[in-house]
């Protein structure tokens, strides 16, 4: 099993630029989570999906921040628009009993 | 609602010693524990998980863990740790039946030559 996918693994744009962050999910899983990671805040749980449907996005910051699960095998998340406070590493996760991550995108926005 | 702390946000420990994290947990119901290592510029990869039966739980790379239910806590150990230790520590919570896990704060471990 290729494990959760990623990509892309580095972004760099400028402020006020549309991001999209995808994900690929273990097959098999049911549940899909976004998290966000920073020096100042941690590991942040940002929105989760259990067979494709939004349970939790309490954890999203603003309306500029977006998410989707088309199916079962896709997830993305989307900033529009980027500025610089939203640097951080963005993780994926998918579990069926535990959760497991995907390797990281890291963005940077300028 | 669950919570987790981890006291020591750093530990160092000189390579081949013993190291212990310390992670303590709130919780009104009954609850399965975790802890995850994240390696520099990598995704979190899972340590070990308690979810019912023996206390004393075994995970990869030697670590060990104890579900203690009357101080709450689930402290990660491992009896000689290596260079290759160094990463940072998460334990974590979640409720049976539900997905949201919460993750505590982490702790750095520097395993000094």
């Known amino acids: 099993d290729a494990g959760v996918i990623q990509s892309p693994r580095h972004e760099v744009t400028e402020m006020g630029q549309e991001v999209t962050l995808r994900c690929k999910p273990i097959s098999g899983h049911n549940s899909l989570f976004w998290y966000r990671q920073t020096m100042m805040r941690g590991l942040e749980l940002l929105i989760y999906f259990n067979n494709n449907v939004p349970i939790d996005d309490s954890g999203m910051p603003e309306d500029r921040f977006s998410a989707k699960m088309p199916n079962a095998s896709f997830s993305t998340l989307k900033i529009q628009p980027s500025e610089p406070r939203d640097s951080a590493v963005y993780f994926c996760?998918?579990?069926?009993?535990?959760?497991?991550f995907g390797p990281g995108t890291r963005l940077t926005v300028t | 609602a669950q919570s987790v702390t981890q006291l020591d946000s750093q530990v160092p420990v000189f390579e081949e010693a013993p190291v212990e994290l310390r992670c303590n947990y709130s919780s009104s119901v009954s609850v399965y524990l975790f802890w995850y290592v994240q390696y520099p510029n990598q995704g979190l990869q899972l340590l070990l998980k308690?979810?019912?039966?023996?206390?004393l739980v075994k995970g990869i790379n030697g670590f060990e863990a104890e579900f203690n239910k009357s101080q709450t806590s689930f402290h990660l150990r491992k009896p000689s740790v290596h260079i290759s230790d160094t990463a940072e520590y998460f334990c974590a919570v979640s409720v049976p039946s539900y997905d949201k896990v919460i993750f505590g704060p982490g702790t750095s471990l520097s395993v000094i030559p």
């Open positions: 308690y979810l019912s039966g023996s206390t």
């Open positions: 996760a998918s579990s069926l009993n535990e959760q497991y």
